[in-house]
């Protein structure tokens, strides 16, 4: 079956810390991407990346990088958490030859709190 | 700048019957459309996606449409069945097959048996 897997359900850091969320997918997928999810605001695009080393911005990505060293690996990294840095972390992936008509498969989600 | 609207008030109906959920967008010539199921606590999981040149598609109890003149997309689910409840999320995505694809908030639906 195939599938994204994210390192973490739940993570509790403080303010101030560097976090690492990985995210590593076995599907040869291209493209993958970082989102978060807050209630009412729906999913909001952080970074993605369509190529090894290759990274884009996102809508949001102010207090957050990204690195992808392999294909299958792509990380999230909080420079510095804050408190507004709580929120559900979702990492997705997608075929580029299907051109979005399989859609994204995403992993489970990190649940990060920041006190 | 490109927005997508969901109902955001949960939808609740009688197993057997019929949902119909909404997805309006605007400032947007999407050329497909995907629809999402999302349990709590879960990532989304990919339905199905219709086409701009496709009025309707079908998969089992799913219907999807998809009116580029009114910009909406509307997603049935026929005979629901309390195993449906979830949030259903939509996702418009252009020609270049979704680098930067935008989702609804989504649209909780409740079946009661």
């Known amino acids: 079956d195939v599938k994204v897997t994210q390192s973490s359900r739940y993570l509790v850091k403080r303010t101030g810390e560097k976090v690492f969320l990985e995210c590593v997918q076995d599907?040869?997928?291209?493209?993958m991407f970082w989102y978060r999810q807050d209630p009412g605001l729906g999913l909001r695009l952080i970074y993605f990346?369509?190529?090894?080393?290759?990274?884009e911005k996102g809508d949001i990505p102010e207090g957050y990088s990204v690195s992808r060293e392999k294909k299958e690996r792509f990380s999230l990294i909080l420079e510095s958490a804050s408190t507004n840095q709580t929120s559900m972390y979702l990492c997705?992936?997608?075929?580029?030859?299907?051109?979005?008509?399989?859609?994204?498969?995403f992993g489970s989600g990190t649940r990060l709190t920041v006190v | 700048s490109q927005k997508i609207e969901q109902n955001s008030e949960a939808l609740n109906i009688q197993e057997g019957k019929t949902a119909t959920l909404t997805c309006n967008y605007t400032?947007?010539?999407?050329?497909?459309l995907q629809w999402y199921r999302q349990d709590p606590g879960r990532g989304p999981v990919f339905l199905l996606l219709?086409?701009?040149?496709?009025k309707e598609k079908r998969k089992e109890r799913l219907k999807v449409t998809f009116d580029t003149t009114l910009k909406q997309s509307l997603f049935h689910i026929t005979a629901s069945q309390p195993a449906d409840s979830a949030t259903y999320l939509c996702?418009?995505?252009?020609?270049?097959?979704?680098?930067?694809?935008?989702f609804g908030a989504g649209t909780r639906l409740f079946v009661k048996a």
């Open positions: 997705a992936s997608s075929s580029k030859l299907s051109g979005g008509a399989y859609g994204y498969t």
């Open positions: 599907m040869d997928h291209e493209n």
């Open positions: 990346s369509y190529d090894v080393k290759m990274k």
């Open positions: 400032n947007y010539s999407p050329a497909y």
């Open positions: 219709i086409r701009e040149n496709e």
């Open positions: 996702a418009p995505l252009g020609s270049t097959g979704g680098f930067k694809t935008i």
